[in-house]
């Protein structure tokens, strides 16, 4: 069966610091990938996806950036936090179909 | 692009009352669509999908969806809630063309023992 594993599961990072957030999915290959922000009372925000290795579309202008370096892993990540970065950062993947699954999530606070 | 709209921020429900949350898209076409649910420190999990076909779709534990695809709007109906339904609800369309789900706002829903 598929997982997917997230780390993090929380951090905590002054502003102006870096971040790297990790997801991998296990028992699947070549699925899509995605970055999800989920805001207190704002839903979930796609921030990135990537239909394969090196192949990364971004959905918001920010200062987050997505890469994929493995066909199984994507990472989320940052040169300078903003204390807008704080949220919960969700990643999901696709198989053949429209149905996403979803990983534990990474909860960020920006100080 | 595809937009996605749930009705109600917050609801607020005592046990054993009926529950109808509405979600509504904006793309036309055929359209498959998902009831995604997280509940209080977990995983957001699918609570139920619709692919073309019966209107009303039964999902788990006593979830219904409806499906009303000349108002672009389906329905998440369950008639007597428990406390452990306690959770947020998130409505979900694929958009056009492509292998990305937008989703709507979300729905807090709490229920009262």
């Known amino acids: 069966s598929q997982t997917i594993h997230q780390w993090p599961a929380t951090l905590v990072q002054p502003v102006g610091s870096p971040l790297s957030l990790e997801c991998t999915v296990e028992g699947t290959s070549n699925p899509n990938l995605y970055w999800y922000r989920q805001a207190a009372g704002r839903g979930l925000q796609l921030l990135f996806y990537?239909?394969?290795?090196?192949?990364i579309s971004s959905e918001v202008p920010q200062n987050l950036s997505a890469s994929r370096p493995q066909d199984r892993q994507f990472i989320l990540s940052s040169k300078k936090l903003l204390l807008s970065d704080s949220g919960f950062y969700l990643c999901a993947w696709t198989g053949a179909g429209d149905e996403q699954f979803f990983g534990p999530g990474t909860r960020l606070t920006v100080l | 692009a595809q937009s996605v709209s749930q009705h109600n921020h917050h609801v607020i429900l005592s046990e054993a009352a009926s529950l109808e949350l509405g979600c509504n898209y904006s793309?036309?076409?055929?359209?498959?669509l998902f009831w995604y649910v997280q509940y209080p420190g977990q995983h957001l999990q699918l609570l139920l999908k619709?692919?073309?076909?019966?209107?009303l779709v039964k999902g788990i534990m006593g979830f219904v969806d409806e499906f009303i695809n000349s108002k672009f709007s389906f329905n998440l109906r369950k008639p007597s809630v428990q406390w452990s339904d306690t959770a947020e609800y998130f409505c979900?369309?694929?958009?056009?063309?492509?292998?990305?789900?937008?989703f709507g706002g979300g729905t807090r829903l709490m229920v009262k023992p």
């Open positions: 619709y692919f073309s076909g019966d209107p």
């Open positions: 990537s239909v394969g290795i090196g192949q």
């Open positions: 793309y036309g076409g055929t359209v498959n």
């Open positions: 979900a369309v694929p958009a056009p063309g492509g292998n990305m789900l937008t």
